[in-house]
Structures are given as C-alpha cells and as structure tokens.
C-alpha cells in the first residue's frame, strides 16, 4: 500500500467531506481546506436548500463508508408527490409501483455534520476552516488560501488536490484562466430563481399537513415544493421567473403583492405560512443553474469532483446523489487499478477512466434535470400526464422485474448509469404519451391482468422501435 500519499481536498461540503472519509479509509493522508465555519459550530443554513432528497444512488455510497444505519436515522420517507390544484384539492401520486421503493427528505446540515464527525474521527484525515482558496496552481499541485479570521495567505501542496468546490470551483476558474490547455466551460441559468420559504410545526409540535411526501402546487409557468424536516416543519421552495408573467421576483415588491399572490395561486399553502412574508424579504432569490465542462483533470495533478465539475439544477432532486456516485465510481477505478504505482502517470490513468466513465451520466442527469423542471411546474397537472403516470404505477406493480418508469430508472435503479436511464426512460415517455394520444392505449381496466400483460407488452415493443429509431438515427449522423 503506497497509501502514505497527501491528499488535499478542497472544499468539505457533501461530496467533500464524504471523500475525505473514503479516502481516509483507503489510508491517504488526507487534509481539507473549507471557506465557511464549521456547520456543527455555526448556523449557516440561511436560504440554502436546508433539505434534500437523498435515494438509492446516494445511499450506495453510505453503504461503501459503512454508515447506512447512522444516515436513515436522519431520513423521513416521501412515497410520492401530493399534488396541490388551485382550489386545495390534493391527490398523491407515488413514486412507484414497488413499496420499497421511495426517496427521501434529509437534512443537508445533519448529513454534513455526520460525514464531517466520521471524516474527522480518522487520525489520517484533518480539516480546516473558515480557508477561502483563491487559486490552484495545477501545474505544481499547489493551492493558495486566506485565512478569513487573519487574512493571513498561505500556499499548500499535495501529491494531488481533488477540488470538491462546488458550483463556484477555484479550480475550474483556474483551469480556465490559465489557459495551458485546451478547457471548455459552459454556465447555463433557468429564466427562473428560487426562494426558500417554511411551513412552522403545529402549536403541540406536529406537521400541518401529510408527513410522508414531497408536495408540489404546480401551475404551469412557476411551482412551489416543499419537503419535510425532523422538527415537524417543511421547507417550502418558490420556483417563479425573474421577470416574466403576472407575478415575478422582479415585480414581487411589498407584502400587499406577496400575499395576494399567494392567496390567488397557493390559497392552501398560504393557510399554514402565517409567517410567509417574513421568510419572502429575510430570504434571498437564487438563481439555478448547469454547469458543465471538460477536462475535469489537469495530467495526474488535480482533479474536479461533484458541483465543481457538474452542478444541475434541483429537480430530479439528484444534485447530491450524482456526487455521491461520484465518489462510489471513483472509489471503484481506485479498486480497478490497486496494483497502478500511484506517481503522477498512475494518477491520471485513474482520474482519465474515471472521467471517461462518469462524465456521460452527470451530462445525462443535468439534461434530466432540465425536462424534470417542465414536468414539475407543469406537466403533473396535466390529464395525459396523469394517465401516463397511472399506467406506469400499474406497470410496476404487476410487473415489479420487467417494468421501471424513467422516474424509477434514474432514481431506484442505483446499478444503471443515468445515460442509460435516460435514453430508455425517455423512450419509454415517448412510447406511452404516443399511444395515449392516438388511443392505442387507455388508463381505464387497470386492474385486469391480462389487459396489462398486454399493454406491457405494448409499452415494450413501441419503446424499443423508438431506441432502434434512434440508433439508426445516430448510425447515419456519424
């Protein structure tokens, strides 16, 4: 075992402070620099996504670090979405057929904490905070930091720096400023920010509406979530355009507006918000956005992992689970390679496979992200939309081994890549929308079993003329 090396991470974050306990495990001496206090000792959530949804793919990497139990702990299950219409009416609409199969609310700050303790609790792994890096020399594997507290600047060195940086990377600013090899960089934003907004537990403590779900008021053109919490509250997130429509973040200026809003779109909502004028002004708007870019490694110097190499927008609620993977799939190459000597040509074999392999699925998950967001705000309010859904439950209900919705595919399916999720998922979409409208297929006798062995049987052959359609398709275009 070379295993004696020094690694440097920046930035102790999710992804980070989960590679920091791998890395540690593998036995690397591992130091990690962070630019804000240290969360176990500050509240620093203000307005930052206070909770997530953590699933399958995020859950394989809790198993590789052996802390599965201590995260469930954390967990509150969200079987579906509980859709709310204007006129408050809600229906649930799970995430699938299968009842072991569900995502859920976790608590960004508890995890963080969590994989911060196991992290630290190995002699081998130390880290600091409040260390703002300013840039990253690749070409010497050095990092420059300053000191928040001191001012004090001072440069470290590493026999590799994995930048875990997010969306905001000093690396990839680095990569792309320095211009000593070819980098391309693309930062795409939503017309659309976000505000986070709460749901306050009842008077004795409890959750004013139902626990176990993800809820969403979706109404066409902007959509409001929320997501529950341990202490019986809900993180309830606006999704709105900056400028456009009736009602903007640009235009939502005095309370008068902000409660009429709310009255006219969210009158079930606003009934458990007393307190929605207040979190509106004290909390800022955000914008979403996708990062993408390439290389993610300078030689066998440095390398970029999670946020920092591919941020998404939050609504395949896979933002965390993708850098998890990361970690998972990073850990594997590391495995692949055990006998690599570990200088700087065996270090970028590893961190080009790894590349290689992982970049098709976080390209695959952004895009994904993308469509998920129309089909939040818009898509599950619609009739069609809900037909397709009904069949697909069914589907998977019946036929737990042969049918997984795209949903399903990119969310319980942890042992397929997203790209693959995708194309099937997406074919399979087309599929059942196609024959909805053309009235092939209905959403009615869903009971009767041999009616669905049938429509499974449809489902299958139409999907995969589509994905043949399309391989010829690609085929002719190279």
């Known amino acids: 075992m070379e295993n004696k090396q020094n690694i440097l991470i920046i930035g102790a974050g999710l992804c980070g402070s989960l590679l920091a306990l791998r890395m540690g495990q593998r036995g690397y001496n591992v130091t990690v620099y962070e630019m804000r206090p240290d969360l176990r000792k500050t509240d620093i959530s203000a307005g930052r996504s206070i909770n997530l949804a953590f699933s399958d793919r995020g859950n394989k990497a809790m198993k590789l670090v052996g802390i599965e139990d201590k995260v469930k702990a954390l967990c509150i299950p969200m079987n579906g979405r509980m859709i709310h219409d204007k006129e408050g009416n809600t229906f649930m609409s799970n995430y699938s057929g299968r009842d072991h199969e569900y995502i859920n609310s976790i608590s960004r700050g508890g995890l963080n904490a969590l994989l911060l303790d196991e992290a630290e609790a190995l002699e081998n792994v130390t880290i600091h905070f409040n260390k703002k890096c300013k840039s990253v020399n690749f070409e010497n594997t050095t990092a420059h930091f300053q000191d928040y507290n001191t001012k004090e600047e001072f440069v470290e060195d590493a026999d590799i720096i994995i930048a875990t940086d997010g969306a905001g990377s000093a690396l990839r600013k ?32 409890d959750y004013k509406t139902f626990k176990n779900a993800l809820h969403i008021w979706p109404r066409g053109d902007f959509m409001v979530i929320a997501l529950p919490n341990l202490d019986g509250s809900f993180t309830v997130t606006l999704f709105l355009s900056y400028d456009e429509g009736e009602y903007n973040f640009n ?28 979190d509106f002004f ?20 440095t390398l970029l992992m999670g946020d920092s190499a591919h941020a998404i927008v939050p609504f395949y609620g896979q933002g965390m689970n993708a850098s998890f993977e990361d970690v998972v799939e990073f850990d594997a190459i590391l495995h692949q390679h055990k006998d690599l000597k570990l200088d700087k040509s065996g270090w970028e074999t590893i961190f080009k496979t790894y590349s290689k392999t992982r970049k098709k699925d976080t390209d695959a998950i952004a895009d994904l992200a993308i469509d998920n967001f129309h089909e939040m705000k818009d898509h599950v309010g619609q009739a069609i939309f809900q037909e397709k859904r009904k069949i697909e439950m069914a589907l998977e209900k019946a036929f737990p081994e042969e049918y997984s919705s795209k949903y399903s595919l990119v969310t319980f399916n942890e042992h397929i890549g997203y790209r693959e ?27 009767d079993q041999t009616y669905l062995k049938t429509l499974l049987d449809k489902v299958k052959n139409e999907t995969n003329n589509i994905l043949d359609d399309d391989n010829v398709a690609k085929t002719m275009h190279h």
């Open 174 to 205: 680095s990569y792309y400023l320095g211009k000593k090899f070819l980098f391309s960089y693309s930062q795409n934003y939503l017309t659309h920010g976000y505000k986070e907004l709460s749901i306050l537990p009842s008077e004795t403590g």
């Open 251 to 278: 235009n939502l200026t005095t309370p008068e507006m902000v409660t009429e809003f709310f009255k006219k779109e969210f009158p079930d909502a606003l009934e458990l918000m007393p307190n929605l004028v207040e």
């Open 282 to 301: 004290e909390n800022p708007t955000a914008p979403l956005g996708t990062v993408k870019c390439s290389p993610w490694n300078f030689k066998g110097n």
């Open 421 to 447: 999720a995708m194309l099937r998922g997406r074919a399979q979409d087309k599929a059942i929308l196609n024959m909805l409208a053309d009235n092939d297929i209905t959403a009615t006798n869903l009971e």
